[in-house]
């Protein structure tokens, strides 16, 4: 059975950083592409952060800069290091997982919230 597991969100300050990380089971990193999602009260999911299956990576305008997505492969898991977090951050943090063969992410972890306060 497929799982994405998120964890580390939390509360914190404008500034601050947080670690969100993302176990994954039966998904491998060489055939998936894995995104972080994040979705604000009253706002529609964006996406934040990708990296390819070939471990290439890609971020939204907003985070460029602050935010790297990487992933372990013996751990099978996939980080979200933000730093220099904003207000305009928080939001429920998702993991997802792509097949490299599709166009849909077909895998989704249950979230995690992020809050930073001013």
């Known amino acids: 059975q497929v799982q994405l597991v998120e964890s580390g969100g939390g509360l914190v300050q404008a500034g601050g950083s947080l670690r969100l990380s993302c176990e994954v089971s039966r998904i491998a990193f060489s055939n998936h592409a894995m995104s972080w999602y994040r979705q604000a009260p009253g706002k529609q999911r964006e996406v934040v952060a990708t990296i390819a299956s070939a471990g290439s990576t890609n971020y939204a305008d907003s985070v460029k800069g602050r935010f790297t997505i990487s992933r372990d492969i013996p751990k099978n898991t996939v980080y979200l290091q933000m730093n220099s977090l904003k207000p305009d951050d928080t939001a429920v943090y998702y993991c997802?997982?792509?097949?490299?063969?599709?166009?849909?992410?077909?895998?989704w972890g249950q979230g995690t919230q992020v809050t930073v306060s001013s």
């Open positions: 997802a997982a792509r097949p490299v063969y599709s166009g849909n992410y077909r895998y």
